[in-house]
């Protein structure tokens, strides 16, 4: 297994433009959520998924949008990028909507915006 | 609402003697609770968590844990340090309630003086 990946690993964007984040998964994981990890504030939830079809927005989903069409991709699109969007974004999956089950991290995407 | 504190930005021991990082936790029903690290530019690796049963909790790398109801507290120990386990440590808790999504804890840097 591959487990989770993420790419691309760094990206510099201006203020305004627009990416798209990749995250995909090979453990057939049903729940899948991306946060972004800043500096004395540990991680915090952006978006998350508990199955294809089906996403809901976390503390700070402002900014972002996501979609779930597969059960192994979660992308996260930031429509027009701002300086204050510039962190570690990290997606996560977990095999079930069970509280109890392990999360599994990507590697992580650092993204700056100038 | 759940949170987490980890009420030391960072903590110093020397390579042979026991470490604990803190972490203490609030949360509505059950909580269930989880200690990642996070290794210099890399993603969220799992080390252990508390679901229920006893109290001391064994994970990865010689880890353990130990979930107090009383204190509302889930600190992480390890008898003999390593200089490898120099790292940022993060407390994570999730109920069956709300959400369910993973609240971390801001993070403690881990730093073992050979």
């Known amino acids: 297994n591959a487990g989770v990946t993420q790419t691309p690993k760094f990206q510099v964007l201006k203020t305004g433009q627009s990416m798209t984040l990749q995250c995909a998964q090979d453990?057939?994981?049903?729940?899948m959520s991306w946060y972004r990890q800043d500096p004395g504030m540990g991680l915090r939830l952006i978006h998350y998924s508990v199955g294809a079809g089906i996403t809901d927005q976390g503390e700070v989903p402002n900014g972002y949008n996501v979609s779930r069409s597969t059960t192994e991709d979660f992308p996260l699109r930031l429509l027009s990028a701002a300086p204050s969007q510039t962190s570690v974004y990290f997606c996560?999956?977990?095999?079930?909507?069970?509280?109890?089950?392990?999360?599994?991290f990507g590697p992580g995407t650092r993204l700056t915006v100038l | 609402a759940q949170s987490v504190a980890q009420p030391e930005d960072q903590v110093n021991v020397a390579e042979g003697n026991p470490l604990t990082v803190k972490c203490t936790y609030s949360?509505?029903?059950?909580?269930?609770l989880f200690w990642y690290v996070q290794y210099p530019n890399r993603g969220l690796q799992f080390l252990l968590k508390y679901i229920t049963g006893d109290n001391l909790v064994k994970g990865s790398y010689g880890f353990e844990a130990e979930f107090n109801k009383s204190q509302t507290s889930f600190h992480l120990k390890k008898p003999s340090a390593l200089v490898s386990d120099s790292a940022l440590y993060f407390c994570a808790v999730r109920t069956d309630t709300g959400r369910r999504a993973l609240t971390f804890g801001s993070g403690t840097r881990l730093q073992v003086q050979p």
């Open positions: 949360v509505s029903g059950n909580p269930y």
């Open positions: 453990m057939n994981h049903e729940y």
């Open positions: 996560a999956s977990r095999h079930t909507r069970t509280s109890t089950d392990t999360q599994y």
